[in-house]
């Protein structure tokens, strides 16, 4: 069982709004990253990081922000929430092995009103 | 670039019937491959992978895919369906394992008694 943990994991809030979704992984793990989950779609990474104090852009433009200011958490903020911002948000971690074995936390479901 | 393609958003078996969900890949240099489970209101569990070791890989839960390079795929089987196993599945590739992982858009699997 993986040891990465995300909060809330269910959020309804109105337009406009401002939002942080929690991620923390007890495995010592330097890599982390958010995947956006639309139904029917493959998941879309939209932020990594290989270690304290970097971030970057995933594949998929967002207008969320990460941070990294300690190993073990990563949240995800979004300033103004949109109605277009309504999705699954999965954060996970990986040892930086060359295998590349995904943990998974539950996931965050976000609806904008 | 890499990529996946699986064929059919949704598959439907009897219980105790063959399981064979598919799965096909692009890359332009020799991949890791990996299935993924995604349990309801869960996220993503790690099935089995594929690391160039052995082209048979058996997983979790009596699951096995083999990779076949002349085919670029990498199916995913089960030779006898149970209730438990519904769930919706993905595939994904990584060129090198600790790099960027691209995944399908996923099949839901359901299971009939």
Redesign the interface.
Known sequence: EADIYQTPRYLVIGTGKKITLECSQTMGHDKMYWYQQDPGMELHLIHYSYGVNSTEKGDLSSESTVSRIRTEHFPLTLESARPSHTSQYLCASNSGTETGELFFGEGSRLTVL | AQS?TQLG?HVSVSEGALVLLRCNYSSSVPP?L?W?VQYP??????LL?Y?SAATLVKGINGFEAEFKKSETSFHLTKPSAHMSDAAEY?CAV?P???????????TKLQVIP
Do not use: A, D, I, P
């Open positions: 996946v958003s890791y990996f993924y209101n869960q996220g993503l569990q790690l992978k690391t993905f990584s090198l394992g600790y790099q960027k992982v691209t995944f399908g858009t996923g």
